[in-house]
């Protein structure tokens, strides 16, 4: 995943890998989400959010999936 | 063939879960009646504690939990008794041994071997051995089609490495597994141990049977190893109980594993002293009712024979393996042997380009359970170059009729996911 900031929100945001139809689905529906919020809104996402934004009935073993792309986006957070 | 009616009539489960194709048998097996009767009587009936009352509940506990050591004894031709521990599974029994036979054993500069087709449990406490005593870890390599690579036939290219490169007088423990859990190899356990003991007579062997035991006929005398590993619930029997089987004079120089209760024999201020094997491993109150259940899988096992079961087995993996391909082509790929003979109930695979997770989903709404993921082997799976398999297994209740619907779940499959 790679995110561009113009001053604090997002500018533009991408997101490359293999996976399953459910992480996929989540890193493109969350990636068309995040654009132009701040940082402080992104660390405020959490799976509750993402678990209703993909609004299908996630299996217990499949809400990992679901999650993953917003774990990368708060790893690579880190780094700003 | 054995008859799947007759067969899943006395396993409960079939009447709960409708229409259920199990093939799962690999992760765990399903359970017969007369187990889970057993369990139930040994709660409802006599649930003391074993080895400590003298009152004759406790006896009749501790009876029925010293005859099933007995017949997982006879199950798999130990010499006696005494040579079979209870773990609580094949990964506990693994890690009992990396720890009071590997700690007592391995010093720097030693040599661990085992193999890159095994289950974490078998890799990751060696790893963790070798690093923390400074021993070199050294890893078989598989050949294309999912054989460890031994040089034993003719050397085919320059990958291929000779046993007596990788064992050497250094080296200490050669741990693998008899039947890989994802790509079905039957690995020619008898002779790789006639080998590395005719390199090295000093080397320890330990074989991890979880998924050989509950599918071939074993006899640990005539394998030639020092240890064997299994889980009972991947046999019929209950969770919670696992084995280890190891040659007396060897368990009596290892260390305990645990200390507490039923494994000491004096304790004073200043110093303990413990029992003899197998107490001397089973510290702490063992799971009883699953242990006293045990023996009635293996009496279960036995009526039917372990040679039918592999011929049942045999059958049907032939015909799904054809199956598959007759229908998916090239767009089906099946990881391991393709001889039979070399292969036991265990069906890997990856489907054109859809993801293993949706696959298994997707064949879940159908019913049909099926295992997708690394299967607790990523060192493999990173060797096949994929980071996930989708695994349907069989056992004595599955038969053409589930490979059929499987063959039907994969078609809706492509339907959706194309
Ligand atoms: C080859 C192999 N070894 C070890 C294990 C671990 O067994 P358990 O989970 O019963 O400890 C398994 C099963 O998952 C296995 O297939």
Known sequence: MTVKFEKDKVKEIKFQGEGCVISTASASMLTDYVKNKSKQELKKLDSKFIIKMLGIDLGMNRIKCAVLPLEALHKLLEKF | MLNRNLIQKQFPIFQHQSNLVYLDSTATSLKPKIVIDKIKEYYEEYSANVFR???????????????????????????????????????????????????????????????????????????VLASEVGATFKIIDIDDEGYLDLGLEKVKNQKLKVLEQIITKKTKILTLTYVSNVLGTINPVKEIIKEAKKINPEIIVIVDAAQAVPHLKIDVQDLGADFIVFSSHKMLGPTGVGVLWGKEKILQEMYPFMYGGDMIDEVYIDRSTYKNPPHKFEAGTPAIGETIAFKEAINFLDKIGMGNIREHEKKITDFAINRLIDTFGQSIKIYGPKNIEDRGGIISFSFAKFHPHDIAQILADEGICVRAGHHCAMPLHTCLNVPATVRASFYIYNDERDVEKLVEGLKKVKEILK
């Open chain 2, 53 to 127: 009352g003298i009152y004759p509940m406790s006896e009749k506990a501790t009876i029925e939990f010293e005859e099933t050591r007995s017949i997982v004894s006879k199950f798999i031709n130990a010499n006696k008794s005494e040579e079979i521990i209870f773990t609580r599974n094949t990964t506990e029994s693994l890690n009992l041994l990396a720890y009071s036979l590997g700690r007592k054993i391995v010093e720097t500069d030693d040599e661990i071997v085992t193999t890159i087709m095994e289950h974490h449990s078998n890799f990751v406490p060696w790893q």
